[in-house]
C-alpha cells in the first residue's frame, strides 16, 4: 500500500514559481503510476500531471504544458519522490494540489483511475 503526503504549496505572487513534492510510502514506488490533480473551491477536481511507472510517459493538461514539469525520483536510495515544478504560475492555478497513486505501471487522467490520495497542499496565485 501507498500514502502519498504532499508537501511544498504556498502563497506565491504571478509569475513565480513553487516546487511541489509527494512522498510515498512502500518498496514498489516504480511500478505505481503517479498524478497530480486539482481542486479550486467550487469546481470538480481536475487532472494537472501524471506520469508512468515504467517507461516514465508523461501527459499534462493542455493549460498548464510548458509551464509546470512532472517528475519522479525511482532510485533505490530515494524517497520515492515525484515533483511538480510550477513556473509561470497564475491566479488561475490557485487550487489544493493533490497527489495520487495507482498501482499500475499505466498512467490515466480521471481522478477515478486512482486508489490512493494524498491529503493536499494549498497553492495560492495572487494576481
Known amino acids: 500500500q501507498v500514502q502519498p503526503v504532499e508537501s511544498g504549496g504556498g502563497l506565491v505572487q504571478a509569475g513565480g514559481s513553487l516546487r511541489l513534492s509527494c512522498t510515498t510510502s512502500?518498496?514498489?514506488?516504480?511500478?505505481?503510476?503517479m498524478a497530480w490533480f486539482r481542486q479550486a473551491p467550487g469546481k470538480e477536481r481536475e487532472f494537472v500531471a501524471a506520469?508512468?511507472?515504467?517507461?516514465?510517459?508523461?501527459?499534462?493538461?493542455p493549460s498548464v504544458k510548458g509551464r509546470f514539469t512532472i517528475s519522479r525520483d525511482n532510485r533505490d536510495n530515494a524517497k520515492n519522490t515525484m515533483y511538480l515544478q510550477m513556473n509561470n504560475l497564475k491566479p488561475e492555478d490557485t487550487a489544493i494540489y493533490f497527489c495520487?497513486?495507482?498501482?499500475?505501471?499505466?498512467?490515466?487522467?480521471?481522478?477515478?483511475?486512482?486508489?490512493?490520495w494524498g491529503q493536499g497542499t494549498q497553492v495560492t496565485v495572487s494576481s
Open positions: 495520487a497513486a495507482r498501482p499500475s505501471t499505466l498512467a490515466f487522467l480521471t481522478p477515478q483511475q486512482y486508489d490512493y
Open positions: 512502500g518498496r514498489t514506488f516504480s511500478s505505481y503510476a
Open positions: 506520469i508512468s511507472g515504467s517507461d516514465g510517459r508523461i501527459y499534462y493538461l
